[in-house]
C-alpha cells in the first residue's frame, strides 16, 4: 500500500492554465504539506495543514490554493500558471508528538512543466 | 528563524571511500534531526534521525549521524560508500513547532 500518493505524476500545460494536483495518505497522520523543489534541487515549504486546518503559509503567490476536504487529503490547485512554476512538488505527512513532529513521509512527487 | 547549513553542495568519492557529509543548525533550544535521501527521480526517503538519547544514530543503508550539541551540527557517516549511494542528501530540523526546516541538500556523486 503506498503511504502518500499524488495524482499525476507528470503534467505538461501552457502558460495561463488552471490545474490541480491531488495528495493522499492513508497513514492516518494529522498534519499535511505542500512542497515546491525547483531546478537546483531546493525543497521550500509551501503549505501546511493540521486535521483540514492551514497552519503553515510561506510566501507564495496567491495563484496556489490549497484544499484540505479531510485529514487525508490536501490538494493543490494552481491558477493562471506561469513559466516559473516548473518544478517538481512533493506532498507529504507528519505526525506531531510531544517533542515536536515526527519525520515526514513524501509523495512521489508531480512534476510540472509549464510551456 | 531556525535555518540548516549543508556546507557540501556538491561531493564526488570513489567507491568504497569514507563519507562525511556536513549539517549544521541555528536554534539554541532542543531539536530534532534527520537525513533524507533522494535518489535520482524519486522521492525523499528517511535515512535516519534523532530525538533524543544516544548522540550517535545509526539508520539505513549503513548511514550513521552524530549529534554534537555545542557544535550545532548533525553530520551525516557512511564508512565505504557505494556506487548506488548516489543521490541528493537532505539534513532537516524540527525545533518542536510545526515546521521542519530542510538544508539545501548535498548531491553525492559516486564514481564506480
Known amino acids: 500500500d503506498t503511504a502518500v500518493s499524488q495524482t499525476p505524476k507528470y503534467l505538461v500545460t501552457q502558460m495561463g492554465n488552471d490545474k490541480s494536483i491531488k495528495c493522499e495518505q492513508n497513514?492516518?497522520?494529522?498534519?499535511m504539506y505542500w512542497y515546491k523543489q525547483d531546478s537546483k534541487k531546493f525543497l521550500k515549504i509551501m503549505f501546511s495543514y493540521n486535521n483540514k486546518e492551514l497552519i503553515i503559509n510561506e510566501t507564495v503567490p496567491n495563484r496556489f490554493s490549497p484544499k484540505s476536504p479531510d485529514k487525508a487529503h490536501l490538494n493543490l490547485h494552481i491558477n493562471s500558471l506561469e513559466l516559473g512554476d516548473s518544478a517538481v512538488y512533493f506532498c507529504?505527512?507528519?505526525?506531531?508528538?510531544?517533542?515536536?513532529?515526527?519525520?515526514?513521509?513524501f509523495g512521489p512527487g508531480t512534476r510540472l512543466t509549464v510551456t | 528563524a531556525q535555518s540548516v547549513s549543508q556546507h557540501n553542495h556538491h561531493v564526488i568519492l570513489s567507491e568504497a571511500a569514507s563519507l562525511e557529509l556536513g549539517c549544521n543548525y541555528s536554534y539554541g533550544g532542543t531539536v530534532n534531526l534527520f537525513w533524507y535521501v533522494q535518489y535520482p527521480g524519486q522521492h525523499l526517503q528517511l535515512l535516519l534521525k534523532y530525538f533524543s538519547g544516544d548522540p550517535l544514530v545509526k539508520g539505513i543503508k549503513g548511514f550513521e549521524a552524530e549529534f554534537i550539541k555545542s557544535k550545532f551540527s548533525f553530520n551525516l557517516r557512511k564508512p565505504s560508500v557505494q556506487w548506488s549511494d548516489t543521490a541528493e542528501y537532505f539534513c532537516a530540523v524540527n525545533a518542536g513547532d510545526d515546521k521542519i526546516i530542510f538544508g539545501k541538500g548535498t548531491r553525492l556523486h559516486i564514481l564506480p
Open positions: 507529504a505527512s507528519s505526525q506531531p508528538g510531544l517533542a515536536g513532529y515526527y519525520e515526514q513521509y
Open positions: 497513514l492516518g497522520h494529522d498534519t
